[in-house]
Each structure stands twice: as C-alpha cells, then as structure tokens.
C-alpha cells in the first residue's frame, strides 16, 4: 500500500496516510485537524515552502492581494475548485504582499497568479483570474504534461 505524505495546513507537521485513504477525511497525528477542508488553506512563505517540499500531492497555489478586484472575484472560484480537487491536491492561498522572496524567485509581476508545484517543482504558472473549471482543467494539465 503506498503512503502519501501530506503536511498539516494547521501545524505543519507531516503525516503519512495511505493513498487508499486520502477522501476518509484523514487528520493529523499531531494537532487532530483535518489535514483537508474542502477550503484552500492561507499560508506565509515558510508553510509554503513546506508544502512544496514535503506533500506527496500536487499543490496549486493562489497568489492574491486584498487590494486587487481580479483576486477578490476569483477567491469564490478557487475555494469552488478546493472542493472538485481535495484531496488528491493541496490548494493554497498566499498573500502576495507578505510574499517577497516568493515573487521574486518566480517573477510574479501580477495578480493573481497561479503556481503549480508537483515533486517539489515548478510545473506551472499562470497570470490572470479564471473560473473554478478553468482553475481545474489549467492545473490538471500542468500535471499531466
């Protein structure tokens, strides 16, 4: 049976659940939070990188800023696309504006800006507000490439 590990958006510890179990709602072993919520989870840079380093599922992250209209009217479509995606993937929200190193290292000149990450690796990036499907479909195919 193989093991996912999956870091908890709460504590940050790593768990290892088997690949069987992932949608029986599994929690942390550590905290007892549902390492999945059906939400996309608000990071800072350190829990980032963490996530990149350490899920064992691909992770598709929301970079956003409260002042920017476009981010606001696609955080109902990404929280809509948390729900078709969990728990075979990670979703996560990161505040451009507290994300220095994170917009340098990937060239963020705009928001919001999706980054995909699989194995700890960059697979995709794309600029610009999208629907829950399109959020879904882009990512699945960053993957499948």
Known sequence: MTAVTLVC???G?????PEARLADGP??????????????????????ARHIAHDGVPVLVDVWASWCGPCRAMAPQFAAAAKTLEPRWRLLKLDADQAPQTMSRHAIRGVPTLLVFSNGRLAGQQAGA?????????????ISQ
Do not use: H, Y
């Not at 510890?13 to 659940?17: E, G, I, L, T």
């Open 9 to 11: 958006p709460r504590c």
């Open 13 to 17: 510890a790593q768990n290892r659940v």
């Open 27 to 48: 929690r942390c072993g550590a905290c007892k939070a549902p390492l999945f919520t059906g939400e996309p989870a608000a990071v800072d840079e350190t829990a980032l």
């Open 130 to 142: 999208m629907s829950a499907a399109q959020i879904t479909q882009w990512a699945k195919a960053q």
